[in-house]
């Protein structure tokens, strides 16, 4: 050891080239170490092709083209089916399209509005890619994922503009997911960069175009009617009176409930009740103590006249489910109510913490505006506005989804209705696409989001499951078909009927008034 020692000072340290020399190897190998664990500690962060967990997170965003499931085994089947069906298609002969959907939701009720938007959205690809038609140019389904909440919205809206812009060829955006603020934040950005983008199941009218004559999201069209006018087609089927009417609130809101409330305010105008507010946790999926101003408020509800029987409730699903709750117990037991509210109301159909004594209370209904139901078409054929054809056709497609090569996708169930508005959200991307290139070649990705004023008379409207999809100048749909839908003692979703904005069905034309 001692001549090792002497080695060293005399021979290295002393000598100056070799000083440098050995300084320099250090320096060298020190900067390895530290670059090959930055690296490690990148590529550790690595959940699939596309997709990251973020510093801090336990969730994995981004775009996935593969067969990563974002860790929801629930999703698999479908995924897989999609991964199949993207590895058919020709290269150069295909675009894409990004279904954005919050993947790692951890709620169950938006696990399986993911679910079934995902099936939704693949199965309309599937049809596009095998019509008999032929047309061009053919589908390529890939997922995008903010987060649970949306949080990552930017990481995943940058990788999205990346896949614009290279040998993706992605040309537009659907689904969404809910009307929050992180969803608004996203659709504003991403239509910004001039990506067209299709909400399915998204309703506030904040996050729509042509509010005020103004377009804030240029290229964005929407297949669900806005929080307005579901309000309206409420109006219609049910008759509601600001004489008899209760409304009940989100204070701090998001885009959905805000806009739904204001609704809602304008057909109580003159109400002789004040409007009764709650506070629920920033994270709406979760249950906090919200129950407890609940109760207070069906004490309130109590103590109006008998004459006041119907509520009007601007919430989210798991406040509404509290509200439902709460309501089944109170202490007027002798006292008729009918809960009224927007298309939240669907994430209650088979919700295991609803309870069913509520339901079963012959004085208390709960029913709200669905954006499709699968009874609709079939039980209440309007003469226009939609079809129990057009139903159908999505009822032969699900009916060969059970196998391949159509299939499998897992469970289906259409109550809630996002299977089917996806599906719908979905063949307006291909009709946009398609339309910005009648020769089958690959569309600029500027001319996709311009095909949407033009979505509507009889021969180029989408002839959707839910009904007809006639956008006006901003993208919007006309005169959409509403489904009333009511929950039964077995809290399943029992179609009642189809209502309208306008009052009535649009004429055969489909042509928005000026």
Same mark, same amino acid.
């Given at each position: 050891m001692a001549r090792w020692w002497r080695w060293l000072r005399e021979d290295v340290w002393e000598i100056r080239f070799r000083r440098y020399v050995a300084l320099t190897l250090a320096a060298v190998l020190a900067g390895l170490g530290i670059w090959g664990g930055m690296t490690a500690a990148k590529e550790n962060r690595s959940c699939a092709p596309g997709v990251v967990q973020p510093e801090g997170s336990d969730e994995c965003v981004g775009v996935s083209w593969s067969t990563y499931a974002f860790g929801r085994p629930q999703f698999a089947d479908t995924v897989r089916a999609i991964h199949r069906e993207n590895a058919r298609l020709k290269a150069g002969g295909y675009v894409t399209v990004a279904l954005l959907e919050p993947f790692t939701a951890t709620d169950a009720d938006?696990?399986?509005? &993911?679910?079934?938007?995902?099936?939704?959205?693949?199965?309309?690809?599937?049809?596009?890619? *095998?019509?008999?038609?032929?047309? =061009?140019?053919?589908?390529?389904?890939?997922?995008?994922?903010?987060?649970?909440?949306?949080?990552?919205? =930017?990481?995943? &809206?940058?990788? +999205?503009?990346?896949?614009?812009?290279?040998?993706?060829? +992605?040309?537009?955006?659907?689904?969404v997911g809910q009307s929050t603020d992180n969803n608004k934040r996203a659709v504003a950005e991403l239509t910004a960069r001039g990506i067209p983008v299709i909400g399915s199941s998204i309703t506030a009218d904040d996050l729509a175009n042509g509010q005020h004559g103004k377009d804030p999201f240029p290229g964005l069209a929407r297949v669900s009617p806005t929080n307005t006018d579901e309000a309206r087609a409420l109006a219609s089927f049910a008759k509601?009176?600001? !004489?008899?009417?209760?409304?009940?609130?989100?204070?701090?809101?998001?885009?959905?409930?805000?806009?739904l409330q204001g609704s809602f305010e304008k057909m109580l105008k003159g109400s002789r009740y004040e409007a009764q507010p709650f506070t629920p946790p920033a994270?709406?999926? =979760?249950?906090?103590?919200?129950?407890?101003?609940?109760?207070?408020?069906?004490?309130?509800? /109590?103590?109006?006249p008998a004459s006041t029987d119907t509520i009007l409730f601007a919430g989210r699903h798991t406040q509404l489910r509290q509200f439902i709750n709460t309501l089944g117990q109170r202490g007027c037991h002798d006292r008729r109510f009918t809960v009224l509210t927007g298309d939240e109301g669907s994430y209650l159909a088979g919700d295991r913490d609803l309870d069913p004594s509520a339901l079963k209370d012959r004085l208390l209904t709960v029913r709200y505006t669905a954006l499709a139901h699968p009874d609709a078409w079939p039980k209440d054929p309007a003469r226009t506005g939609g079809s129990a054809a057009d139903a159908t056709t999505l009822r032969v497609l699900l009916a060969g989804a059970t196998k391949e090569p159509v299939?499998?996708?897992?469970?289906?169930?259409?109550?809630?209705?996002?299977?089917?508005?996806?599906?719908?959200?979905?063949?307006?991307?291909?009709?946009?696409?398609?339309?910005?290139?009648?020769?089958?070649?690959?569309?600029?990705?500027?001319? !996709?989001?311009?095909?949407?004023?033009?979505?509507?008379?009889?021969?180029?409207?989408?002839?959707?499951?839910?009904?007809?999809? /006639? +956008?006006?100048? *901003?993208?919007?749909?006309?005169? =959409?078909? !509403?489904?009333? !839908?009511? +929950?039964?003692?077995?809290?399943?979703?029992?179609?009642?009927?189809?209502a309208w904005p306008e009052g009535r069905p649009p004429a055969k034309e489909c042509l928005p008034p000026s």
């Open positions: 938006n696990l399986a509005d &993911v679910l079934h938007e995902l099936q939704g959205a693949y199965l309309a690809q599937y049809q596009a890619n *095998h019509d008999t038609t032929g047309l =061009k140019p053919k589908i390529r389904l890939v997922l995008a994922n903010p987060g649970s909440t949306g949080t990552y919205w =930017k990481y995943t &809206v940058d990788r +999205l503009e990346r896949m614009a812009k290279g040998r993706d060829r +992605l040309r537009a955006v659907t689904g509601v009176s600001a !004489v008899n009417a209760f409304l009940v609130y989100d204070r701090t809101g998001d885009p959905y409930t805000r806009t994270d709406r999926s =979760k249950e906090g103590s919200t129950s407890n101003v609940f109760a207070q408020i069906t004490n309130i509800l /109590c103590n109006t299939g499998p996708v897992g469970p289906i169930a259409l109550d809630d209705g996002q299977l089917i508005i996806a599906y719908d959200a979905m063949r307006l991307a291909v009709r946009g696409i398609r339309g910005a290139s009648p020769t089958g070649r690959i569309p600029a990705l500027a001319d !996709v989001g311009l095909q949407w004023p033009q979505v509507k008379g009889r021969e180029l409207r989408v002839n959707g499951a839910s009904g007809w999809i /006639c +956008l006006d100048a *901003h993208g919007n749909p006309y005169d =959409k078909a !509403v489904p009333i !839908v009511q +929950l039964t003692p077995e809290s399943r979703a029992r179609f009642v009927k189809i």
